[in-house]
């Protein structure tokens, strides 16, 4: 499959619940800056644009973000501010949400904890992120292919331990299919916290 078909699918599926709910969980007084970490073709940076915040996206891919300036042209530069870049290098500003849903997972095991800092920095006090993390039971998990970074349920709660609060957390654990429609397992955890302190 061609990436721009994958992209192509990847936006026409729906928002995510918890990015939603990311989004009734900010306290009104919070400036309404977001990073779509991760941010593929645009599906979630157009929501959050027409959510109302300024939305900073960024993915590693040239193509995703051609599209991504495609599907949001009407907000492009305006609220809407994409860049190539990685997990690790990205200057992420101050933000109200930060959003990395079916993304994070992908962030090199060596490069997460640089990651997990910047973001956990930039989160402002009240700020929520929202985001999937990969269980040891993924089909993708089990390969041992190195190049992403896993967590088991005791350590998704230890990097929240401190500093936030766990509003929703939801395990998907059964046999799917990946938007390329190959058949896999998924092991995943949807997360939504708020930065307390």
Request: proline share 5%.
């Amino acid at each position: 499959m061609s990436e721009q078909v994958y992209h192509e699918r990847s936006l026409a599926v729906d928002v995510y619940p918890h990015l939603k709910m990311a989004i009734d969980v900010i306290d009104t007084p919070l400036p309404k800056v977001a990073v779509d970490a991760g941010c593929g073709a645009g599906r979630d940076t157009l929501h959050l644009a027409e959510s109302g915040f300024t939305v900073h996206a960024y993915d590693r891919s040239d193509a995703a973000i051609a599209r991504l300036e495609e599907v949001c042209h009407i907000h492009l530069n305006e609220n809407v501010f994409p860049r190539v870049c990685s997990f690790d290098r990205f200057e992420y500003p101050h933000s109200s949400l930060i959003s990395a849903c079916s993304s994070l997972f992908f962030c090199p095991p060596k490069l997460f904890p640089i990651a997990w800092m910047k973001i956990t920095q930039s989160l402002v006090l009240g700020g929520v992120f929202c985001g999937h993390f990969m269980g040891p039971n993924d089909s993708w998990a089990r390969t041992e292919r190195g190049d992403l970074t896993i967590h088991t349920r005791d350590e998704l709660h230890n990097i929240f331990d401190r500093g936030f609060k766990m509003i929703d957390v939801y395990e998907h654990s059964s046999e799917g299919m990946t938007l390329a429609g190959r058949k896999k397992y998924w092991h995943t955890y949807s997360v939504v916290a708020q930065k307390i302190v």
